[in-house]
Protein backbone atom coordinates (compact mmCIF):
# COMPACT_ATOMS: atom_id res chain seq x y z
CA UNK A 1 0.00 0.00 0.00
CA UNK A 2 2.54 2.51 0.91
CA UNK A 3 4.63 1.47 -2.35
CA UNK A 4 1.75 2.24 -4.29
CA UNK A 5 0.89 5.89 -2.14
CA UNK A 6 4.44 6.87 -3.21
CA UNK A 7 3.93 6.08 -6.47
CA UNK A 8 0.85 7.93 -6.93
CA UNK A 9 2.37 11.02 -5.28
CA UNK A 10 5.41 10.33 -8.33
CA UNK A 11 2.73 10.80 -11.26
CA UNK A 12 0.49 13.23 -9.83
CA UNK A 13 3.88 15.54 -9.62
CA UNK A 14 4.70 14.70 -13.00
CA UNK A 15 1.02 15.19 -13.89
CA UNK A 16 0.74 18.70 -12.32
CA UNK A 17 4.13 19.95 -13.47
CA UNK A 18 2.75 19.48 -16.93
CA UNK A 19 -0.38 21.12 -16.42
CA UNK A 20 1.32 23.79 -14.62
CA UNK A 21 3.90 24.66 -17.57
CA UNK A 22 2.57 28.57 -19.41
CA UNK A 23 0.87 28.48 -22.72
CA UNK A 24 3.40 29.53 -25.64
CA UNK A 25 2.30 32.65 -25.37
CA UNK A 26 3.68 33.58 -21.96
CA UNK A 27 7.13 31.52 -22.49
CA UNK A 28 9.57 34.49 -22.19
CA UNK A 29 11.27 34.49 -18.97
CA UNK A 30 10.60 36.76 -16.52
CA UNK A 31 12.29 36.88 -13.08
CA UNK A 32 9.69 36.71 -9.72
CA UNK A 33 10.48 38.80 -7.20
CA UNK A 34 8.70 35.92 -4.88
CA UNK A 35 11.63 33.91 -4.92
CA UNK A 36 12.27 30.46 -6.54
CA UNK A 37 10.77 26.86 -6.38
CA UNK A 38 11.77 23.76 -7.08
CA UNK A 39 10.60 20.31 -6.42
CA UNK A 40 12.09 17.09 -6.95
CA UNK A 41 10.91 13.67 -6.86
CA UNK A 42 13.30 10.57 -7.13
CA UNK A 43 12.77 6.84 -7.56
CA UNK A 44 15.94 4.99 -6.71
CA UNK A 45 16.24 1.29 -7.00
CA UNK A 46 17.66 0.77 -3.36
CA UNK A 47 17.50 2.70 -0.72
CA UNK A 48 20.71 5.28 -1.09
CA UNK A 49 21.07 8.81 0.31
CA UNK A 50 23.54 11.38 -1.15
CA UNK A 51 24.93 12.53 2.02
CA UNK A 52 25.95 8.80 3.11
CA UNK A 53 27.78 6.88 1.20
CA UNK A 54 26.51 3.76 1.33
CA UNK A 55 23.66 1.68 0.54
CA UNK A 56 21.28 2.01 3.55
CA UNK A 57 18.60 -0.74 2.54
CA UNK A 58 18.12 -3.42 0.16
CA UNK A 59 14.82 -1.67 -0.77
CA UNK A 60 13.53 0.90 -3.35
CA UNK A 61 13.10 4.09 -2.04
CA UNK A 62 11.08 7.94 -2.90
CA UNK A 63 12.69 10.75 -1.76
CA UNK A 64 11.37 14.26 -2.52
CA UNK A 65 13.40 17.19 -2.33
CA UNK A 66 11.45 20.71 -1.98
CA UNK A 67 13.37 24.06 -1.79
CA UNK A 68 12.71 27.42 -2.30
CA UNK A 69 15.23 30.38 -2.87
CA UNK A 70 14.76 34.23 -2.82
CA UNK A 71 18.02 36.47 -2.00
CA UNK A 72 20.79 33.65 -1.65
CA UNK A 73 17.94 32.65 1.84
CA UNK A 74 16.85 29.78 1.18
CA UNK A 75 14.63 26.81 2.72
CA UNK A 76 14.46 23.23 2.07
CA UNK A 77 12.62 20.13 3.16
CA UNK A 78 14.32 16.76 2.21
CA UNK A 79 11.88 13.29 2.61
CA UNK A 80 13.32 9.75 2.08
CA UNK A 81 10.61 6.82 2.69
CA UNK A 82 11.84 3.02 1.88
CA UNK A 83 8.85 1.80 -0.21
CA UNK A 84 9.17 -1.62 1.77
CA UNK A 85 9.98 -1.21 5.11
CA UNK A 86 9.38 1.99 7.03
CA UNK A 87 11.91 0.53 10.29
CA UNK A 88 15.19 1.26 8.05
CA UNK A 89 17.47 4.07 8.61
CA UNK A 90 16.11 5.44 5.06
CA UNK A 91 13.21 6.90 6.83
CA UNK A 92 13.90 10.51 7.89
CA UNK A 93 13.40 14.07 6.63
CA UNK A 94 16.11 17.24 6.60
CA UNK A 95 14.23 20.62 7.32
CA UNK A 96 17.11 23.61 6.54
CA UNK A 97 17.86 27.21 6.46
CA UNK A 98 20.16 28.41 4.24
CA UNK A 99 22.81 31.18 3.15
CA UNK A 100 24.82 31.27 0.16
CA UNK A 101 28.20 33.95 0.22
CA UNK A 102 29.52 34.71 -2.26
CA UNK A 103 33.13 35.08 -2.20
CA UNK A 104 34.31 36.37 -5.94
CA UNK A 105 33.21 35.14 -8.72
CA UNK A 106 34.03 31.51 -8.04
CA UNK A 107 33.65 30.35 -4.33
CA UNK A 108 30.14 29.75 -2.64
CA UNK A 109 29.91 29.20 0.76
CA UNK A 110 26.73 28.04 2.34
CA UNK A 111 25.72 27.16 5.67
CA UNK A 112 22.73 25.24 6.45
CA UNK A 113 20.89 25.13 9.86
CA UNK A 114 17.73 22.99 11.26
CA UNK A 115 16.30 19.71 12.42
CA UNK A 116 17.29 16.06 11.04
CA UNK A 117 14.80 13.68 12.19
CA UNK A 118 14.75 9.78 12.38
CA UNK A 119 11.17 8.72 11.08
CA UNK A 120 11.46 4.37 11.81
CA UNK A 121 8.48 4.92 13.88
CA UNK A 122 6.70 8.42 14.19
CA UNK A 123 7.36 11.88 13.10
CA UNK A 124 10.82 12.40 15.30
CA UNK A 125 11.57 8.81 16.56
CA UNK A 126 14.86 8.95 19.47
CA UNK A 127 17.93 10.41 17.43
CA UNK A 128 16.52 13.35 16.06
CA UNK A 129 18.00 16.46 16.91
CA UNK A 130 19.42 20.10 15.57
CA UNK A 131 21.77 19.52 12.27
CA UNK A 132 24.29 21.79 10.67
CA UNK A 133 25.61 21.49 7.39
CA UNK A 134 28.55 23.80 5.87
CA UNK A 135 28.89 23.65 1.66
CA UNK A 136 31.44 24.63 0.18
CA UNK A 137 31.68 25.16 -3.74
CA UNK A 138 34.09 25.96 -5.94
CA UNK A 139 33.25 26.52 -9.42
CA UNK A 140 36.96 26.01 -11.97
CA UNK A 141 35.10 26.16 -14.94
CA UNK A 142 31.70 26.82 -17.09
CA UNK A 143 31.17 22.91 -17.00
CA UNK A 144 33.71 21.85 -13.74
CA UNK A 145 33.41 22.51 -10.37
CA UNK A 146 34.19 20.67 -6.92
CA UNK A 147 32.51 20.63 -3.39
CA UNK A 148 32.49 19.71 0.21
CA UNK A 149 29.80 19.40 2.53
CA UNK A 150 30.11 18.66 6.41
CA UNK A 151 27.17 17.59 7.75
CA UNK A 152 27.08 17.64 11.89
CA UNK A 153 24.15 16.07 13.52
CA UNK A 154 23.14 15.73 17.44
CA UNK A 155 23.85 19.32 18.47
CA UNK A 156 21.41 19.99 21.17
CA UNK A 157 19.85 16.46 22.47
CA UNK A 158 22.84 14.43 22.09
CA UNK A 159 26.27 16.68 22.01
CA UNK A 160 28.10 14.10 23.31
CA UNK A 161 27.64 11.69 20.51
CA UNK A 162 29.63 14.68 18.25
CA UNK A 163 28.50 12.26 14.88
CA UNK A 164 29.52 14.29 11.35
CA UNK A 165 30.01 13.26 7.68
CA UNK A 166 32.10 14.78 5.01
CA UNK A 167 31.64 14.21 1.10
CA UNK A 168 33.77 15.11 -1.48
CA UNK A 169 32.76 15.63 -5.08
CA UNK A 170 33.91 16.04 -8.26
CA UNK A 171 31.83 17.16 -10.67
CA UNK A 172 31.60 17.32 -15.01
CA UNK A 173 28.61 19.13 -16.34
CA UNK A 174 27.85 19.44 -20.54
CA UNK A 175 24.59 19.61 -21.89
CA UNK A 176 22.76 16.93 -20.66
CA UNK A 177 25.23 14.61 -19.08
CA UNK A 178 26.52 14.71 -15.47
CA UNK A 179 29.49 12.79 -14.16
CA UNK A 180 30.07 13.09 -10.34
CA UNK A 181 33.14 11.32 -8.54
CA UNK A 182 32.40 11.15 -4.92
CA UNK A 183 34.27 10.24 -1.87
CA UNK A 184 32.65 10.04 1.52
CA UNK A 185 34.35 9.54 5.39
CA UNK A 186 30.91 9.14 8.02
CA UNK A 187 31.42 8.94 11.76
CA UNK A 188 28.69 7.75 13.15
CA UNK A 189 25.59 9.79 12.00
CA UNK A 190 23.79 6.80 10.31
CA UNK A 191 24.77 4.09 13.04
CA UNK A 192 27.55 3.59 15.09
CA UNK A 193 30.15 2.62 12.71
CA UNK A 194 32.87 5.21 10.80
CA UNK A 195 33.78 4.77 7.37
CA UNK A 196 35.05 5.79 4.31
CA UNK A 197 33.64 4.89 0.92
CA UNK A 198 34.08 6.11 -2.75
CA UNK A 199 31.31 6.63 -5.73
CA UNK A 200 30.53 7.42 -9.28
CA UNK A 201 27.67 8.91 -10.87
CA UNK A 202 26.81 8.95 -14.43
CA UNK A 203 23.78 10.64 -15.02
CA UNK A 204 21.47 12.16 -18.37
CA UNK A 205 19.47 15.53 -16.88
CA UNK A 206 17.62 18.41 -17.77
CA UNK A 207 15.77 16.14 -20.45
CA UNK A 208 13.07 19.28 -20.87
CA UNK A 209 9.37 17.72 -20.91
CA UNK A 210 8.19 21.63 -20.60
CA UNK A 211 9.03 24.89 -19.36
CA UNK A 212 8.67 23.76 -15.82
CA UNK A 213 9.32 20.16 -15.98
CA UNK A 214 12.77 18.37 -16.57
CA UNK A 215 13.24 14.59 -16.01
CA UNK A 216 16.99 12.63 -15.50
CA UNK A 217 17.99 9.13 -14.87
CA UNK A 218 21.42 8.06 -13.77
CA UNK A 219 23.23 5.08 -12.01
CA UNK A 220 25.52 5.26 -8.90
CA UNK A 221 28.40 3.01 -8.34
CA UNK A 222 29.34 2.84 -4.83
CA UNK A 223 32.34 0.92 -2.83
CA UNK A 224 33.05 0.64 0.83
CA UNK A 225 36.89 1.19 1.33
CA UNK A 226 36.68 0.45 4.80
CA UNK A 227 34.41 0.20 7.61
CA UNK A 228 35.18 0.00 11.52
CA UNK A 229 31.31 -2.17 12.74
CA UNK A 230 31.10 -5.27 10.47
CA UNK A 231 27.78 -6.18 12.19
CA UNK A 232 26.20 -2.17 11.97
CA UNK A 233 28.08 -1.49 8.62
CA UNK A 234 29.33 -3.74 6.37
CA UNK A 235 31.44 -3.75 3.43
CA UNK A 236 28.94 -3.70 1.03
CA UNK A 237 29.02 -2.49 -2.91
CA UNK A 238 26.72 -2.00 -5.30
CA UNK A 239 24.38 0.09 -8.12
CA UNK A 240 21.91 2.60 -7.48
CA UNK A 241 19.73 3.31 -10.57
CA UNK A 242 17.24 6.51 -10.61
CA UNK A 243 14.84 8.61 -11.99
CA UNK A 244 13.88 11.89 -11.12
CA UNK A 245 11.36 14.66 -12.31
CA UNK A 246 11.97 18.85 -10.96
CA UNK A 247 8.97 21.01 -11.50
CA UNK A 248 10.04 24.45 -11.03
Not at 31 to 55: A, D, E, M, Q
Not at 69 to 95: C, M, Q, S, V
Not at 217 to 222: E, N, P, V, W
Request: net charge positive.
Amino acid sequence: MKTAICLLFFAVSLHASVLGAPPDSARTAVPNPLGKVKLTTRLNSLGYFSYSGRIISDNPSVDFNFNYERKNWGFLIFKAADLYDHRTPNNFTFALLYKNFHVGKRLVITPYGGAALEQCNRIADRGSDAAFVLTTTLKLTKNFSIDNSMVFSNLVLEPHIRDCVSRFRIMYSKDHVDLTLLAWHNNKVFDTSCYFSGGLNIAYSRIKVSDRLNLSTGLTALVMIESSDQQACPKKNGLVFTVAATFH
